[in-house]
Structure formats: structure tokens, C-alpha cells
DNA sequence: TAATAATCATTCAACCTTGAACTATCTGGC
DNA sequence: GCCAGATAGTTCAAGGTTGAATGATTATTA
């Protein structure tokens, strides 16, 4: 896709509207699965998003800096979500006996219930702010740019 | 897009793939996009869209409300962001005599030099980042799904 | 036209993120 | 085995965001 030319230096119409669609549209849809979740269950998509990595784990738990990774938060960042997260009982903390300098964060009961209760609300938002408004026809394309650009920008 | 009836509750393997690459494919965009504007001019991504929105128009410059819509920031967000561009000297404050409410947020001379000084570099980001990554068909797929998206939620 | 409601912008306190500094542990080369 | 350097995670201070409260002005309506 990128050439090894140098590029046009500047955007023309199709890309310019591509990317201010893009930079209005994802401001939006955050204000409202932000919106969506403080009023459900007064968690930020940021907690949510940590309980549902966990979750989808067979332990059910995760090292904080894979963690951290998939969330594309900082560790610093991840620390103290985590923390806010244990002080509610969503989350727990286990040392690593393979590497002693590591921890996991640990989904608790309490923590799967509540995502699990949450879950429903939050899934209707997504549906109504992104999902919904992608054609049948368009999630292939519209997914495979989005993991061209992870490919891209993983690595950093 | 969306039918009177319900939609089925929980996302099937298509929807759930276009949902976690947009998730991921947002944060790494955004952590990129901000490192590269922080080196280049230590300015943050919402600072930079500050000037833009207010080098696109006329008179180079917007009502506060007018502007904080357009980025989706809340007022008081966009008033303290404003406060420390001026502090820099890359945006005034004007009354606004039509209502004496208002107030206008006012691109310098030094604020548009630092767009204009900046933008080469931040087009390469987003170039990087986005742009190169869609394809010549895709743009207007991409587009349209985000323009329907803002359609959608921009009212609230 | 006075009263009530709505809008524009700012302020303040509580909360959250950033990035650098720090502790503890592990790894690889000698 | 030992040391230099990498890695995991936390802490702290500085700065940014949120949301409710406030002050000032404009719109509505009885």
C-alpha cells in the first residue's frame, strides 16, 4: 500500500473526507459508549474493556503488561485502572511465581457478574454507534483496513 | 441500516471483528498521531485540531460552542484547552458583539504559522497512520460509514 | 414587560493520564 | 558465578478532563 516513492505530501478530496469523517466519528462514538456505560453501570469503556480482556481469557486473568498491550494503555496507565478496579472488588492481583517481577490482574466473581450484567446495555450502544451502521457487505472491508493499520502500528 | 425490529443481542463473528480492530486499530492511531505531533511541536492532537477547525474558516476564527461541537468536546473542556493556546500566543479570545455571551476563539498570525510549520509532519502521521493504509476503493466505503455514524450520533 | 427558561462560557474540585524515576527481578555474555 | 543491561510493575508530580455550579446574557411567553 505505501510506496516506497515518496507520497503526495498532502491529502486530496477522497482521503481529506475519509479522514474527517474518521476523526469526528470516533470522538463520537467514545461520548456515547462512555455515556452508555457510566449511566448502566458507572464503569469508562476503559474498565469495561479491561473486564472483558480478562474474561476472555481461560484463567480468566492476565499479566499487566499483556495487558496493557492490548488495551494500548500505558503501564502506568494500567496500574492504577487496575487499581480503581481491585478498590471495587472487580479485580485482584496474583504474583507471577514463573517470574517474580510479574503480576496478574484477575477477574473476580464479583467483576464477571457485573460485566456480565453490564454486557447487554453495552452491546446495544455499540450496535447503535458503529455496528448497525455498517453494511452487511462492508464489515470485511472496513475490518480488514483496521487490521492493516494494527499491522502497521503494533509493533511500536 | 437499522430494522424497527430487535436486533439480535450479541455480535456474530463478522460484527465482533469489525468491533475489536476498530477498538485497537483508534488507540494505536491515536498514540501515533500524538507522539508524532508532541515531537514535532509538542503540541497534542486536540491542540492541532484546535488550530485547523480555526484555519479552515474565513475569518480564522470560531465561537467557543461552535468549536467545541465541531471537535466533540465538552466546554469546559475547549476553555481550558484554549487557555494554554493562548498562554502560547496561538489563539486570542474576542467578545462577540452580536451576543454578549459569546466569545470568539481567534487563530494568530504565530498560530497559523505553527499549522502551517507542522503540517507536513502530521500528514505524514496520519498518511502512516490511516491514509496509505485504505485503499483507492475503500476511501469511499470507509467514508461513508463514518459519515453515517456522525449522521447518526451527532444530535446528543 | 416581568418572569421564567434556555444558552454561552467559565470556574472549581475530583478524578484520570502522562512520563520520568525507582525497585525488583531476570537474561546474556564473559 | 558476576555484572551490565533489559524487563515488569509501581509511585509520584505535573498536567488534562469531567461534571456540577455559577454568572451573564438572550429567548420565550403569559
Chains 1, 2 share one sequence.
Not at 34 to 41: D, I, P, S
Not at 59 to 76: A, P
Not at 126 to 154: K, N, P, Q, S, W
Request: proline fraction near 3%; include cysteine; aromatic fraction near 6%.
Amino acid at each position: 500500500m505505501t510506496s516506497a516513492a515518496a507520497e503526495p505530501p498532502w491529502l486530496n478530496d477522497a482521503e481529506m473526507r475519509t479522514w474527517r469523517a474518521y476523526l469526528r466519528a470516533v470522538n463520537l462514538i467514545d461520548r456515547r459508549l462512555n455515556e452508555g456505560l457510566k449511566t448502566a453501570a458507572d464503569l469508562a469503556i476503559e474498565d469495561y474493556e479491561v473486564l472483558v480482556h480478562l474474561s476472555e481469557t481461560p484463567e480468566r486473568r492476565l499479566r499487566m503488561s499483556d495487558l496493557s498491550q492490548r488495551l494500548v494503555h500505558s503501564q502506568s496507565r494500567l496500574t492504577q485502572r487496575v487499581d480503581r478496579l481491585a478498590k471495587r472488588g472487580y479485580v485482584s492481583r496474583e504474583k507471577c511465581p514463573e517470574d517474580r517481577r510479574g503480576t496478574f490482574a484477575c477477574l473476580t466473581d464479583e467483576g464477571f457478574a457485573a460485566l456480565q450484567a453490564t454486557a447487554p446495555h453495552h452491546v446495544r450502544d455499540v450496535r447503535e454507534a458503529l455496528i448497525d451502521l455498517v453494511g452487511t457487505d462492508e464489515h470485511e472491508i472496513v475490518a480488514d483496513v483496521f487490521e492493516r493499520i494494527i499491522e502497521r502500528l503494533r509493533q511500536d
